[in-house]
């Protein structure tokens, strides 16, 4: 398992090709998540042990943060603005038409801390696991994510390995 966040960046970006290979083969392979699911999870689990999310933190630098109507109201009162306050300032869209944090890296992320965390959205308590449920769904994302998140390369790479 590798653990050095450079040389990780740096994989992921030559071995781009490969899973993207990968990627599409498993979509024919797969027709459903069964099966798929649990052993992306484990691995996904496992890699989170070893992976320091504050020594990295590129989720919150580079993803989208998707957000609801329970997590604006959240958040808006955890920064203490009304709902519309807070969604005139900081909710957009993005490319796919989600309702997200309207800039990245998320305006709430301090040397590498969120410093919301007890309020985050639900799409942050539940990454990087969420990715693992419904697994043959969330491949293209799976195959994003590969570049951003070390504990996602390395369970990728482990699946790769297995497979």
């Known amino acids: 398992m590798e653990k050095d966040l ?7 970006a030559e071995r781009e090709e490969e899973v993207d290979a990968f990627i599409a083969w ?42 609801d109507t329970a997590d604006i109201a959240r958040l808006a009162k955890a920064v203490g603005m009304k709902r ?3 969604r005139a300032e900081y909710i957009g869209k993005n490319e796919d038409g989600d309702t997200c944090i309207n800039r990245r890296p998320c305006p709430f992320l301090n040397r590498n801390m969120c410093t919301i965390y007890e309020s985050r959205p639900d799409c942050c308590r539940e990454y ?8 043959t769904e969330n491949l ?20 790769r390995d297995f497979l």
Request: with cysteine.
């Open 128 to 135: 990087p696991d969420s990715l693992a449920v419904d697994a």
């Open 6 to 12: 450079k040389k990780i960046k740096r994989l992921a």
């Open 26 to 67: 498993l979509k024919l392979r797969f027709d459903s998540s069964e099966g798929l699911d649990s052993r992306l999870g484990e691995l996904i689990e496992e890699a989170l042990r070893e992976v320091d999310c504050t020594a990295c933190a590129r989720c919150c630098k580079e993803a989208y943060v998707v957000v």
């Open 84 to 86: 519309s306050e807070f």
């Open 140 to 159: 293209d994302n799976i195959n994003a994510n590969y570049l951003v998140c070390p504990a996602v390369f390395n369970a990728l790479e482990a699946l």
